[in-house]
């Protein structure tokens, strides 16, 4: 079964410091990738996404992304973090596969804590 | 607020009671979405529908779950019998159709947290 994995369930950070959350997934077809941040008392919300084209995507509030097929990864960085990244974010995929109807597959999370 | 509604936000009940949540899509978004998220877990999907057609059900959704969306709106997901593994955060989403269906952005509700005591 397809499955997406995120090596940190929780990450601590002095702010500034440069932050890099992996995500590996497991399927070999066309797969959509997501990453979504839920932040203290508030509902997901989308950060970036990768359909096709330049494997290095940015998303909103200086986080980037980058696909790396043969590695079945797609790991998110930002160069300096705030106390106001404090949030759990998520990976996802969307896969063809087996009449998926476009649900997306979650990783279990990854807790990211900046201290001011 | 346009976003994505659920309600009630939080319902405490006990063993073998029914539950029932509401949820809300986005105005014109035609795709719906349940999922489930447990303490310590990422969201899993539950059920899609697309208009008023449910065309996927995970399964995860035992009998004693079902869904509806009876005119393409609003949405309602029903737990009879409750067990206290149904404890959890119910999530809908919603998304629109000019996306392709592999490449659509959704967008998530507040969630109903759930307790079955």
């Known amino acids: 079964a397809q499955s997406v994995s995120q090596h940190n369930h929780h990450v601590i950070l002095s702010e500034a410091a440069s932050l890099e959350l992996g995500c590996n997934y497991s399927?070999?077809?066309?797969?959509?990738l997501f990453w979504y941040v839920q932040y203290p008392g508030q509902h997901l919300q989308l950060l970036l996404k990768?359909?096709?084209?330049?494997?290095l995507v940015k998303g909103i509030k200086g986080f980037e992304a980058e696909f790396i097929k043969s590695k079945f990864s797609f790991n998110l960085r930002k160069p300096s973090v705030q106390w106001s990244d404090t949030a759990e974010y998520f990976c996802?995929?969307?896969?063809?596969?087996?009449?998926?109807?476009?649900?997306?597959?979650f990783g279990k999370g990854t807790k990211l804590s900046v201290k001011p | 607020d346009t976003g994505v509604s659920q309600d009630p936000r939080h319902k405490i009940t006990k063993r073998g009671q029914n539950v029932t949540f509401r949820c809300d899509p986005i105005?014109?978004?035609?795709?719906l979405y349940w999922y489930r998220q447990t303490l310590g877990q990422g969201p899993e999907f539950l059920t899609y529908?697309?208009?008023?057609?449910?065309?996927?059900k995970s399964r995860l959704l035992s009998d004693r779950f079902s869904a509806e969306r009876p005119k393409g709106s609003f949405s309602t997901l029903e737990i009879q019998r409750t067990e206290q593994g149904d404890s959890a955060m119910y999530l809908c989403?919603?998304?629109?159709?000019?996306?392709?269906?592999?490449?659509?952005?959704?967008?998530f509700g507040p969630g109903t947290r759930l307790t079955v005591l």
């Open positions: 996802a995929v969307i896969t063809t596969y087996g009449g998926s109807q476009g649900n997306l597959i």
């Open positions: 989403a919603s998304s629109p159709l000019r996306a392709g269906i592999f490449r659509n952005e959704q967008f």
């Open positions: 990768y359909f096709s084209g330049d494997p």
């Open positions: 105005s014109e978004h035609n795709r």
């Open positions: 529908f697309q208009n008023e057609a449910q065309l996927e």
């Open positions: 399927y070999g077809g066309t797969v959509n």
